[in-house]
């Protein structure tokens, strides 16, 4: 019986031995477990100190230069910006937004060479109002791409409309415009796109029925004082994914869709444009919507009492129309609802009570209507809602 006791006490040391030495092996390992990054292709990495050195970093106060770190004797997928393919190495993703980057692009700017490039982000910086250069197209991969804000001007490259994958691309906030032509072809070939924002770039010479043919899968449209001008599809309000439109400041006409509205939309607005004709009780049907903005434009007619149904909105603004009928006598889903703004309407008629409970309210202007009552102030506890109704 000794001798069997011994024995199961060698066999235990055997095994913490065993275990030890595994666990040691394991350890010895993890100085290259805890590096993850991938090790970069060369041919990348040269494609970026190329970059890096081809522009300048202003050394004013203000963004990140991550240019600046970028060291040539470690792995370039460990630099601040870069993203590369875990499996490959291949540089997949370059984020450079406000890196403080000065300087421009040539036409044959080494980023062309980074062929697994999918997402590449130049935004806010300063190219020296320099022209976007032809070859985006060499980018087959590319489904994201940023310049926002960055101080391009000239024509948006045709060959833009090539990147038949591109999913979000935003080219807002710069000095740019479209030929007519290539924003048709461009508009018909992205058909993955889902984000397309547009701001400020001078679209005066864009037919609106050109966004007739956007994609199916949109789903954020921002076309913000463009120079827009004439009859706006109506469709595009319908585009079953469609959850941000904002058209303001432009100078477009058109007609709100009586049915089929996207029940996606959660922010909305015509601001400050020529659209007419009445308000369609359908707009009731937004259940998703937030901000919805329809101010200074033309509409006429009743104001649908549907609007009061949208349980989701904090901001409603249709002032500066010429809008009839009554505020409706009863309230109970503007629960959310933070500033109504009906200025400078026909409407009639006496100003509800409902309009002094709303819990998140505060902001009501209800003024150069046909109301009866005079200028209220309401102390919250959190806020002043002020009723202005002259």
């Avoid at 913490?16 to 390992?29: A, G, T």
């Avoid at 000095?175 to 070939?189: A, E, G, R, T, V």
């Avoid at 505020?327 to 009570?353: F, M, R």
């Amino acid at each position: 019986m000794g001798e069997f006791i011994w024995f199961c006490q060698i066999c235990s040391v055997l095994l913490l031995l065993l275990f030890l030495s595994e666990s040691h092996r394991s350890l010895s390992l993890s100085p290259s477990s805890l590096d993850s990054a991938p090790l970069c292709l060369s041919n990348d990495r040269t494609a970026l100190l190329q970059f890096r050195s081809a522009v300048s970093i202003d050394d004013s106060d203000g963004g990140y230069p991550k240019t600046k770190w970028w060291n040539e004797s470690t792995n370039c997928c460990t630099w601040e910006g870069v993203t590369c393919d875990k499996a490959t190495g291949q540089v997949i993703g370059l984020d450079l937004s406000d890196s403080r980057l000065v300087g421009s692009l040539s036409p044959n700017t080494s980023l062309f060479r980074l062929q697994g490039l999918q997402q590449l982000n130049l935004a806010y910086n300063n190219f020296s109002a320099s022209s976007i250069p032809p070859g985006f197209s060499q980018l087959v991969s590319l489904t994201n791409l940023n310049l926002a804000s960055s101080s391009f001007s000239g024509l948006v490259p045709s060959d833009t409309s090539l990147l038949s994958k591109l999913i979000s691309l935003d080219l807002s906030s710069n000095d740019l415009k479209f030929d007519s032509h290539s924003f048709s072809m461009f508009i018909l070939n992205l058909s993955k796109l889902e984000n397309l924002s547009l701001d400020y770039i001078n679209m005066s010479n864009i037919v609106p029925t050109s966004f007739i043919n956007l994609s199916s899968s949109l789903k954020h449209l921002s076309l913000e004082i463009c120079g827009l001008q004439g009859e706006f599809p109506s469709e595009i309000f319908q585009l079953r994914n469609l959850e941000y439109l904002d058209l303001s400041s432009n100078s477009l006409t058109g007609y709100l869709p009586k049915s089929n509205w996207s029940s996606s939309l959660e922010y909305f607005s015509l601001y400050s444009n020529h659209f007419r004709g009445s308000i369609p009780a359908s707009i009731g049907n937004l259940t998703k919507i937030t901000s919805l903005y329809l101010s200074s434009n033309e509409f006429h007619g009743q104001l649908p009492s549907t609007l009061f149904n949208l349980e989701q909105v904090t901001d409603l603004a249709l002032s500066d129309n010429r809008l009839e009928g009554f505020l409706p006598a009863h309230v109970s889903k503007l629960q959310s609802l933070e500033s109504l703004s009906l200025d400078n309407n026909l409407i009639s008629g006496a100003v509800p009570s409902w309009l002094f409970t709303l819990p998140s309210l505060e902001f009501s202007g209800l003024g150069y209507n046909r109301l009866t009552g005079p200028v209220i102030e309401i102390q919250k506890p959190n806020s002043v809602q002020t009723v202005y109704l002259e």
